[in-house]
């Protein structure tokens, strides 16, 4: 058995006493109150990191929260590794509904329940005890580690593009292994191999220069909540294909050998009805549920007002109406080019007699997809087939994780999904909890993967 395998084995009882350590910070980077909170995390993962044998530590500050950075580059001729992950988290709200206080971690039928256990400071946590345990049963480590560990993933990462950017040379790398991502269930593994993009727009339409009486303005002034619907309604036929002009140009289609890959993974219908109380699925006709979540776009109207919102009735005719879009996009879709789409789509098509707006939201997120046969996916899939005893399913994700798109833009390089969170964690909601069979068997995977890599 390699060296590392009695360290990791010997060590547990003081990492899993670390972890509960990092779980109490509250790190929650969308509330300013816990700025604060954040700098603490990056401090404690910092120091973290020189305790596991890293002596090349900063925290680096951006125009919100920081980074906190390591190296170890004696390996020399081996390739470089960068393990990303992040120690901010979600708000706890609604706080009535966890059963434990969200950041007094509560650990019962192994599982620790806390704010942030499973996304992402458990998953976060495991690469740097497996690099711990390399460098002190062997003195090093079979490939040379550079580590990236943010604190603002939770609010789309806003000044991290800006900082890969600035500083390409110090963040170059052969590989990024993602500690923020999971695996299908305590006994499939996966390989992730798409994420979708997003950007957000705010539709507006005005009609007049104030609300008016129904009875004396009704049949004279348009409506403009019945123009923004029908406007909204031009955007997308009745079996779910977008209609804006240009939409899906740039969109990759789906080879043979992709739509067989997820014919491969298991979609309950029954399962989603039950789940969501809903009749059926629906989206993009001539596509499977799971190849319209991982590798179709969508445009979706996530809010929508104008006129009287109170109890009863006021016979009134609205000036204006709004309504918010955003849209999840695939490889190569571009977040600009498609927010362009959608305003010159609602300039073609609003009606007479209102005036309308498009103006862009702050929420964009690029497309990232990697070859599934990339030698990162290969190694990884060579270790998870090894610990699972099957072969990992090649997924992809109908959400997003930005850094992704910023490393392969800014940097040329791939990022490798390794994380050990499964999708029942309740991550974002109440009493999240990360397993700690998962924390133990992340370890141990790791280990293996960076020794797999240095052939």
């Not at 776009?297 to 109170?310: A, D, R, Y």
């Not at 300039?347 to 964009?364: D, E, K, L, M």
Request: include cysteine; proline fraction near 7%.
């Amino acid at each position: 058995m390699p060296a590392w395998t009695s360290y990791l084995e010997t060590s547990q009882d003081r990492f899993h006493t670390e972890l509960l350590d990092f779980l109490r910070i509250p790190s929650v980077s969308s509330l300013p109150e816990h700025s604060g909170d954040v700098q603490q995390a990056a401090a404690w993962v910092a120091a973290r990191l020189r305790s596991a044998g890293i002596e090349t530590v900063e925290i680096l500050p951006t125009a919100g929260h920081p980074v906190v950075y390591g190296e170890w580059l004696g390996a020399p001729g081996k390739p470089i590794v960068m393990i990303y992950g992040h120690f901010d988290v979600q708000p706890v709200d609604p706080i009535e509904l966890w059963t434990h206080p969200p950041f007094a971690p509560h650990v019962k039928d192994g599982r620790v329940y806390a704010r942030g256990a499973s996304d992402d400071k458990g998953n976060m946590l495991v690469p740097i005890l497996a690099v711990e345990a390399l460098l002190q049963s062997t003195g090093a480590l079979p490939v040379n580690i550079k580590f990236f560990f943010e604190g603002q993933e939770e609010i789309g990462s806003p000044q991290i593009e800006e900082l890969v950017a600035t500083h390409k040379e110090k963040f170059a790398c052969d590989l990024v292994l993602s500690a923020d991502g999971g695996q299908w269930s305590e006994t499939q593994p996966e390989t992730l191999v798409s994420l979708r993009g997003g950007c957000a727009v705010q539709v507006d339409v005005v009609a007049a220069n104030r609300d008016m009486h129904s009875g004396l303005y009704g049949g004279v002034v348009h409506n403009p909540i019945h123009a923004l619907t029908a406007i909204l309604s031009s955007m997308r036929s009745a079996d779910g294909v977008i209609q804006v002009a240009g939409f899906y140009d740039e969109v990759v289609p789906l080879t043979a050998e992709d739509r067989a890959a997820i014919a491969r993974v298991p979609f309950e219908a029954a399962k989603l009805s039950d789940d969501l109380a809903v009749t059926a699925d629906f989206g993009e006709a001539g596509y499977t549920p799971l190849e319209r979540n991982w590798r179709r776009p969508t445009l979706e109207v996530n809010g929508i007002w104008g006129g009287f919102q109170g109890e009863g009735i006021k016979t009134v005719l609205p000036a204006q109406a709004h309504a918010k879009i955003t849209c999840r996009l695939v490889a190569n879709q571009d977040p600009d080019t498609i927010a362009r789409l959608i305003a010159e789509h609602v300039a073609h098509n609003t009606p007479p007699g209102v005036r309308a707006s498009v103006s862009r939201i702050p929420f964009v997120a690029y497309p990232y997809m990697m070859p599934a046969d990339h030698p990162g996916n290969v190694a990884a899939r060579a270790v998870l087939s090894e610990m699972y005893g099957c072969e990992p399913y090649i997924v992809g994700s109908g959400g997003s994780i930005p850094v992704c798109s910023t490393f392969l833009r800014h940097l040329g390089v791939y990022t490798t999904n390794f994380g050990f969170a499964i999708s029942d964690e309740n991550f974002h909601a109440p009493d999240e909890f990360y397993r700690l069979s998962s924390f133990v068997k992340g370890q141990h995977a790791y280990c293996k993967l960076l020794e797999r890599l240095a052939l």
